[in-house]
């Protein structure tokens, strides 16, 4: 078992005065706005994920997707709204605070981000090195047992240049899960992927969730994947969720974004 | 009215002519050149309306070269500012944890040995040339005795520290850019930021560190290889003697000389270091940027060696008074 330093010791929480969500609600957007400059990206964006479940946030390309996600692990803080995570606003948090925080979330980026200076099985041995107190031996088997999570534990001595764009994502994610994080949240996980390895890493995330209950939210806008991985379904459109429900629900929704997508989606290359 | 001449249209004052009877028939030789004549007429008006319209905006171009101007400065103090913010935030995080030692020795290592043939090439020929420069000046006023002085003067006081730091940021400059710029563009070091890794002090801290140690340790060893040069040079050219060589050398400069102006380096290389570290940094974009970054890493941090090496002598000059008065 990895004993992860600095895990959240027990303090008073930071709620900045707000009620926070119920215990099952793991991840909660309160009307969340961003802008850059005079772009405003989000503009009210709720939502919610309940522990050991799997939300997907869809939405066109530039709708905002990648930038809601940052707010959930404190990439970036919004101009306005509450963000929690665990029963704390993780938009109030800073410092050693929000580095705890953050090592209860996994965050699997879309082209892996894997450091490319080092090996596969240097690029986790990083992480435990700095996190963990493990002995060598200890760090080895975490390492070969997230790398046999994802299928591909004859990959340790690679560099990621030596990587297919799918071995990647899955070498993302067994870095992602190699501190054992409570949530994973996954930046298109399956773009540009061919339709087999699309299905090989949806099916991945939903083992994650029934085996380990790992709370995720997955942006996409790849419905394969979202028809694999969903137990809940958001349409980001012009920065505000505009339909949430099981994916079913959302493309059944009247709103012309929605028929847009899902038929653009369908026509250029999705179910 | 001069008559139409379609090879020289430019004399005709008249309008063109119309219809086949006053000019070239189409279809001819004649006609082709006809058309021909046409279209540089047109050609040309085109040109002279373009020209009367371009000193009709005239104005308004001097309101956009204004405004592209007041762009450009908006910029400039934009980027500096957060120069500034970024060397704030180093000295505010340089002092907390985590001290990441073996990842500063990494690029100590970077910045000495892997540098290190580059910069004595580089000192090894400054004290050849120097010396064979030197040489007949000096042999004019019967001064040759006061080449190892002169010699050790030039390349302790000035050329060693500045053209070392020069090449270093060159080396150094675009490679620290390119490498960060690269990792922001690729996401690395969001990755690391997620994973409460500290990328500030994993990335920044420790090049900026290295390069502030390193600077001084390579103009010493290029003073020491330029200096090396001069003596092969003056034994070649007048068999002088070795001891010598460096009793005169070092006849005219005192330690604090020495100590001063290799110690300045410490500056130059924290400057090719936050510079370099800055741009990197703020790399937005892809690969065109990373590039761009790279580039202005080297020439800024260039300029602004230059620069505080006037304001480093200044002070050093105002502490410790001109060279040997000590």
């Known amino acids: 078992m990895i004993d992860v330093l600095q895990k959240e010791e027990a303090h008073e929480p930071v709620t900045g005065g707000a009620t926070p969500p119920p215990d099952r609600v793991i991840v909660e957007m309160r009307d969340v706005h961003k802008a850059f400059g005079q772009k405003q990206v989000l503009r009210g964006v709720s939502l919610a994920l309940e522990r050991g479940t799997s939300a997907v946030v869809l939405g066109g390309s530039g709708s905002g997707k990648s930038v809601l996600i940052k707010h959930v692990v404190g990439l970036l803080r919004p101009d306005r709204g509450e963000v929690w995570v665990k029963g704390e606003r993780v938009d109030l948090l800073d410092g050693d605070a929000l580095d705890r925080k953050r090592l209860s979330i996994g965050y699997l980026f879309q082209s892996g981000a894997l450091f490319d200076s080092m090996t596969v099985y240097e690029n986790m041995r990083f992480f435990l090195d700095r996190h963990t107190k493990m002995s060598k031996g200890e760090k080895d088997d975490a390492i070969m047992e997230v790398l046999e999570a994802v299928n591909l534990p004859g990959t340790r001595e690679q560099y990621p240049a030596e990587l297919s764009g799918g071995q990647k994502k899955r070498v993302g994610l067994a870095r992602a899960l190699i501190l054992k994080p409570e949530i994973i949240l996954y930046d298109e996980p399956t773009t540009g992927l061919d339709p087999v390895s699309v299905r090989v890493v949806a099916e991945l995330i939903v083992k994650l969730r029934d085996e380990r209950g790992i709370s995720s939210i997955s942006i996409t806008h790849d419905l394969l994947a979202a028809g694999i991985i969903t137990d809940r379904a958001h349409f980001l459109f012009e920065g505000k969720i505009i339909a949430s429900g099981t994916l079913a629900e959302v493309r059944r929704g009247d709103h012309p974004a929605l028929q847009e997508f899902f038929e653009g989606t369908e026509v250029y290359g999705g179910v | ?326």
Not at chain 2, 46 to 74: C, D, M, P, S
Not at chain 2, 113 to 128: C, D, E, N
Not at chain 2, 224 to 234: D, K, L, P, T, Y
Request: proline residues 5%.
């Open chain 2, 1 to 326: 009215m001069s008559p139409y001449d379609p090879y020289r249209p430019e004399a005709y004052a008249g309008p063109p002519p119309e219809g086949p009877s006053e000019g070239p028939s189409e279809g001819t030789p004649e006609g082709d050149a006809g058309s021909l004549a046409a279209r540089m007429r047109r050609a040309r008006r085109a040109r002279r309306e373009g020209k009367i319209l371009h000193e009709k905006g005239f104005g308004e171009r001097t309101v956009e070269r204004l405004r592209r101007g007041q762009g450009l400065l908006y910029h400039f103090l934009e980027q500096a500012g957060a120069l500034f913010a970024f060397v704030g935030q180093f000295f505010a995080r340089f002092w907390r944890r985590p001290f990441e030692v073996r990842e500063t020795v990494n690029q100590m290592d970077e910045v000495g040995s892997k540098s290190f043939l580059l910069t004595s090439i580089v000192g090894l020929s400054i004290g050849v040339v120097l010396a064979m420069q030197s040489r007949g000046t000096l042999a004019r006023f019967g001064a040759e005795s006061f080449l190892p002085s002169m010699l050790a003067l030039s390349v302790f006081k000035e050329i060693g520290p500045v053209l070392t730091s020069i090449v270093l940021a060159g080396r150094l400059g675009a490679g620290i850019a390119a490498e960060l710029g690269s990792m922001k563009v690729t996401e690395q070091i969001d990755a690391l930021e997620v994973a409460a890794l500290k990328p500030f002090h994993y990335l920044v801290v420790t090049r900026v560190v290295a390069c502030a140690v390193m600077f001084p340790v390579m103009t010493m060893l290029t003073d020491v290889i330029a200096m090396s040069g001069g003596f092969i040079e003056s034994s070649l050219s007048s068999d002088m003697d070795y001891r010598v060589f460096i009793a005169t050398a070092f006849d005219s400069m005192q330690f604090a000389d020495v100590v001063v102006d290799t110690g300045k380096t410490a500056i130059f290389g924290f400057i090719v270091g936050i510079v370099s570290c800055f741009l990197g940094y703020s790399v937005r974009g892809g690969t065109r940027e990373v590039g761009q970054a790279a580039m202005q890493a080297v020439v800024l941090s260039s300029l602004l060696i230059l620069l505080a090496d006037v304001v480093v002598v200044r002070i050093s000059l105002m502490l410790f008074g001109p060279p040997g008065s000590g």
